[in-house]
C-alpha cells in the first residue's frame, strides 16, 4: 500500500514510523511471533491514516498489544428490564481502549497484508477508533481538521448511516459491511478501512462519505483498477 504512494507522502509516512516506533511499545501474547519486520508493517498501517493529520493524530496511548489470533474479552452487559447483569465473552481481531493499549490479531494483520485491497484492515480500523477518541468516547466524529465543517461531517454520516441501519434491518445486501450497523463509531471505522482498501465501493455507495474522507485521510493510494 505504502509504495503506491507518492514520493513525498512516502517520505512523510516514514518520519511518521519512525515516530511510533519510538514511542509506542509492542508486546507479543499468548506465543505471538512478532519480530521487527512486523512491527515495522503494523506501525506503517497505523500511520497511514494520519498521513495528512500529522503525528500528534497518535497521542494518549503507548501499548501494541498483539496475540496470534481471534482473542476474547469479557465484557459485563446489564439488562435494564430485568436488571440482571451477565458476563459475555467477545471474540474479537481488534479492539482500541479509550487512553489505553490498541489490541490486534497477527492472523488478521497478515491477511491484510496479503490482501490490501479486498476492503478490509484491522490497523485502520483501530487507528480510526483511536482517532475518533481524541476528544472523548467515539461517536464517529474524530476532531476535524479546519477545512471539514463539523456540521456537513455530522449530517452526511448521520444519512449514510441511518441508511445502512435501515438496509441491514430489512435483510438487504450492502456495499458496506453489515458491522458498521453495530454504531456510528463503528461506521467511521469501517468506512475507514474502505477508503484505504476499496474507496471505489465508498464512492459508488456513499458519494458524500468519499468525499469527507479523502478530505479528512488525503487520497487513498489504491490502484485505479481496484476502484
Known amino acids: 500500500m505504502a509504495r503506491l504512494l507518492d514520493g513525498s507522502r512516502q517520505q512523510a509516512l516514514r518520519g511518521l514510523v519512525t515516530h511510533f516506533l519510538a514511542r509506542k511499545r509492542f ?47 469479557r465484557r459485563s452487559h446489564h439488562d435494564e428490564h430485568s436488571g440482571v447483569v451477565s458476563e459475555v465473552d467477545d471474540v474479537l481481531i481488534g479492539e482500541a481502549w479509550e487512553r489505553g493499549p490498541l489490541v490486534l490479531s497477527l492472523a488478521d494483520v497478515q491477511l491484510d497484508l496479503e490482501q490490501p485491497w479486498d476492503g478490509f484492515n484491522v490497523v485502520v480500523h483501530e487507528i480510526a477508533h483511536k482517532l475518533d477518541m481524541l476528544d472523548g468516547p467515539p461517536d464517529g466524529v474524530p476532531p476535524l481538521p479546519r477545512h471539514i465543517e463539523r456540521r456537513r461531517w455530522i449530517d452526511a454520516f448521520q444519512r449514510a448511516y441511518d441508511n445502512l441501519v435501515a438496509d441491514v434491518t430489512r435483510g438487504r445486501d450492502t456495499a458496506i459491511d453489515p458491522y458498521a450497523a453495530e454504531s456510528p463509531d463503528e461506521y467511521f471505522a469501517v468506512v475507514s478501512e474502505l477508503h484505504w482498501s476499496q474507496p471505489g465501493v465508498l464512492q459508488k455507495a456513499e458519494p458524500a462519505i468519499a468525499a469527507l474522507l479523502e478530505a479528512y485521510y488525503g487520497v487513498s493510494p489504491a490502484p485505479v483498477s481496484k476502484y
Not at 27 to 34: N, R, T, Y
Not at 35 to 46: F, H
Open 27 to 73: 508486546h507479543a501474547l499468548a506465543g505471538a511471533e512478532l519480530g521487527e519486520q512486523l512491527q515495522l508493517l503494523i506501525a506503517m498501517q497505523a500511520c497511514l491514516p494520519v498521513l495528512q493529520l500529522g503525528s500528534r493524530s497518535l497521542r494518549g496511548w503507548r501499548e501494541i498489544l498483539v496475540y496470534p489470533g481471534e482473542f476474547k474479552v
